[in-house]
């Protein structure tokens, strides 16, 4: 087990050393008898942190990711708004829900979800992935491979029918589709400035991606 802190606040959860905005490294994942569960662990990890962190587990490793930038927000929202225009009234989206299955460790916080809305009824923390129909990331400014590598493995996996990147740092856009054994078949890389056609089951959907600023 392990603990992974995004850029621009990368390192082990043995360094000694605070991060460069003063906060207290997160502690060790280390077996230890003060911990059931990775969740337990991933708990008392956000207990830790300062408001507005993330802590997932994804593939038995804690990903801690700092509080996002305005323009990442931006991004999310351009899509938000886009969605919620064009999305049946059975559908809603959310930004920042917890999914995951109950029985497993995994956990993600998505960007951005679409879900049934008679989920929003539901008092549970975490959303089964088996209900989630489109997944959003917008990669941070210094991110690692979470987005880009571990997360598509991880949606695939639990067989979320749609999983958008967008990645400021370039430009570029994924669009995975078509989760099959464990591993999207269907990859088709755009640029920020295309229109984002969106596959089953949100086969009626546009998303505009012109206007959305890249990082400095």
Do not use: C
């Not at 991933?42 to 801690?64: D, F, H, K, N, Q």
């Not at 999914?99 to 995994?106: L, S």
């Not at 669009?175 to 088709?188: F, I, K, Q, T, W």
Request: no cysteine; proline share 10%; hydrophobic share 35%.
């Amino acid at each position: 087990m392990s603990v992974t802190m995004s850029e621009p606040d990368t390192r082990s959860a043995a360094d000694p050393e605070v991060d460069p905005e003063g906060h207290e490294p997160p502690p060790s994942t280390e077996a230890s008898p003060q911990y059931e569960s990775m969740r337990e662990l991933a708990e008392r990890v956000a207990e830790t942190l300062p408001e507005g962190y993330r802590v997932e587990i994804l593939g038995g490793s804690l990903i801690v990711s700092p509080t996002p930038t305005r323009k990442h927000n931006a991004a999310i929202r351009k899509i938000m708004l886009q969605l919620e225009q064009q999305l049946p009234e059975e559908l809603v989206s959310h930004q920042v829900t917890s999914i995951g299955h109950v029985d497993a460790e995994d956990s993600a916080i998505p960007d951005l979800v679409v879900y049934p809305a008679e989920a929003e009824d539901d008092d549970e923390w975490l959303t089964p992935p088996d209900i989630v129909e489109f997944a959003l990331e917008v990669v941070s400014k210094n991110n690692s491979t979470t987005d880009t590598d571990a997360k598509p493995r991880v949606y695939a996996g639990w067989n979320i029918p749609i999983y958008l990147i967008l990645d400021p740092r370039d430009g570029t856009i994924v669009l995975y589709a078509d989760p099959r054994e464990g591993e999207y078949r269907s990859v088709h890389r755009m640029k920020f400035g295309d229109v984002v056609k969106l596959p089953e089951p949100l086969n009626d959907i546009r998303l505009e991606t012109e206007g959305i600023a890249r990082y400095q």
